[in-house]
């Protein structure tokens, strides 16, 4: 599985950003795709993830202000009341048969 990611930049404290991720290649029987961050010295976090039977999981510190959506082709977040915190580095996640697939990451500032 190919994850291209797409939709990162510069957003100011208050704003909205939609990250896409598209799966291709051998996407038969992927289970869940999800979203992670990242920042510099810290550990990859969760940031939403959705499964083929379409349940959410959101990250506490997203719930109402991110939203996940897909159809198990491609990905989404839309992230809205975007905050300073927010800045990080975004990857996508496929899992498929018990085996995970990384994106390569996007850049998202939250910057006045």
């Known amino acids: 599985v190919q994850l291209l990611e797409s939709g990162g930049g510069l957003v100011q404290p208050g704003g909205s950003l939609t990250l896409s991720c598209a799966a291709s290649g051998n996407i038969l029987g992927i289970a869940a795709m999800g979203w992670y961050r990242q920042v510099p010295g810290n550990q990859r976090d969760l940031v939403a993830v959705?499964?083929?039977?379409?349940l959410t999981t959101h990250a506490e510190s997203v719930e109402g202000r991110f939203n996940i959506s897909s159809d198990m082709k491609t990905v989404n977040l839309r992230m809205n009341m975007m905050k300073p915190e927010d800045t990080a580095v975004y990857y996508c996640?496929?899992?498929?048969?018990?085996?995970?697939?990384w994106g390569q990451g996007t850049q998202v500032t939250v910057s006045s």
């Open positions: 996640n496929v899992r498929r048969f018990g085996l995970e697939c």
């Open positions: 959705i499964t083929s039977g379409g």
